[in-house]
């Protein structure tokens, strides 16, 4: 099993400029998330996924958007890169909601908007 | 607003244990409390979770307090390889699990 893989690995886009990344997961989980890093400070969620269909937001929203492919594929979509979202993407997975499931993380995205 | 405090770093010598406090005093009481790991360049890493008592697993062990207002990751023999930052994480409703800042651990060799 591959566990949570996301595309590409770094990126760096011009301000304006679009892009979408990209989490596949294939442990059949329920939810999928995902998180912003920026330097020295813990994950920050944006979106999550609970189910196949649906998507909410999370802390920090604005300037994102996402589409729950399938159940296995959640992306992530920047429409007008701003260097305030230089920072490190995070996609993860659960089997659900609860606090009884632990996450499972990708190894990451480094996005860098100049 | 759910939050974790925890020491911003710790070091410790190679082989002898750890012991990583968080204080979560908002946590709700059916909430898990939960800990990863992250090592340098690497996404987050389970390490453990656990809901009233004590729980052990092959990494490391998770002491919760009986008021569960706080707990304590212990790692039983540092390595070098547990150098990282150790997250506790707390839940805001369903599905949204707060990362704090982290403890920062450094092994010495």
């Known amino acids: 099993n591959a566990g949570v893989t996301q595309t590409p690995k770094f990126q760096v886009l011009k301000t304006g400029q679009s892009m979408t990344l990209q989490c596949a997961q294939d442990?059949?989980?329920?939810?999928m998330y995902w998180y912003r890093q920026d330097p020295g400070m813990g994950l920050r969620l944006i979106y999550y996924s609970a189910s196949e269909g649906t998507t909410d937001k999370g802390e920090v929203p604005n300037g994102y958007n996402v589409s729950r492919l399938n159940k296995r594929e959640f992306s992530l979509r920047l429409e007008s890169a701003a260097p305030s979202q230089t920072s490190v993407y995070f996609c993860a997975s659960t089997e659900g909601g609860s606090s009884f499931y632990e996450q499972y993380f990708g190894p990451g995205t480094r996005l860098t908007v100049t | 607003d759910a939050k974790t405090t925890q020491p911003n770093s710790m070091e410790s010598n190679e082989e002898e244990p750890v012991h990583l406090p968080c204080n979560h005093s908002?946590?709700?009481?059916?909430?898990?409390i939960h800990w990863y790991r992250q090592l340098p360049s690497q996404g987050p890493e389970y390490v453990i979770h656990?809901?009233?008592s004590n729980v052990n697993n092959r990494m490391a062990s998770l002491a919760i307090a009986e008021d569960r207002k706080s707990s304590t990751l212990i790692l039983h023999r540092a390595t070098l390889r547990d150098a990282a930052v150790y997250y506790c994480i707390q839940f805001s409703g369903t599905y949204k699990y707060i990362f704090g800042t982290g403890t920062r651990l450094k092994v010495l060799a």
């Open positions: 656990g809901l009233t």
């Open positions: 908002t946590i709700s009481g059916t909430d898990y």
């Open positions: 442990m059949n989980h329920n939810s």
